[in-house]
């Protein structure tokens, strides 16, 4: 690939996932002008909690912490989710809550 097929490629790429974050950023930050708060809000809880991801199932726990976060960014800011429904979220919720106790479950009998 020369210098300008990659360029154009990189361009492409980019403006794609500009318009991702422009449809799913307001289901993340729900009202507030920090783009950023999501994640902040998720270490804080995996800090509180212990998460440290040195098992799968810690791997699970941040999902399960991720999907409550935005459910109650949606929920504090009365926002329609932009992307993802909130009964979506709430599905992936439990579906991550299972893989957390089947993750927790193998690691009890390593």
Same mark, same amino acid.
């Given at each position: 690939?020369?210098?300008? +097929?990659? *360029? ?5 790429n980019?403006?794609?996932r *500009?318009?991702i974050?422009k449809?799913r =950023?307001?289901?993340?930050t ?5 783009v950023?708060l999501?994640? /902040? /809000?998720?270490?804080?809880i995996c800090c *509180?909690?212990e998460?440290?991801f040195?098992?799968e199932s810690? +791997?699970a726990?941040f999902?399960? *912490?991720? /999907?409550?976060v935005?459910?109650?960014?949606? /929920?504090k800011?009365?926002c329609?989710?932009? =992307?993802? =429904?909130r009964?979506?979220t709430l599905?992936?919720?439990a579906n991550?809550?299972? &893989?957390y +106790?089947a &993750?927790a479950?193998?690691?009890?009998h390593r």
């Amino acid at each position: 690939m020369d210098e300008q +097929a990659y *360029i154009r490629l990189t361009e492409t790429n980019f403006k794609r996932r *500009i318009g991702i974050h422009k449809e799913r =950023s307001a289901d993340y930050t729900a009202g507030s002008e920090d783009v950023l708060l999501n994640f /902040k /809000k998720v270490a804080q809880i995996c800090c *509180i909690l212990e998460v440290d991801f040195v098992n799968e199932s810690d +791997a699970a726990m941040f999902h399960i *912490i991720h /999907k409550l976060v935005r459910e109650m960014q949606l /929920k504090k800011a009365g926002c329609l989710p932009q =992307s993802e =429904s909130r009964e979506d979220t709430l599905l992936d919720l439990a579906n991550y809550v299972d &893989l957390y +106790a089947a &993750l927790a479950e193998e690691e009890r009998h390593r």
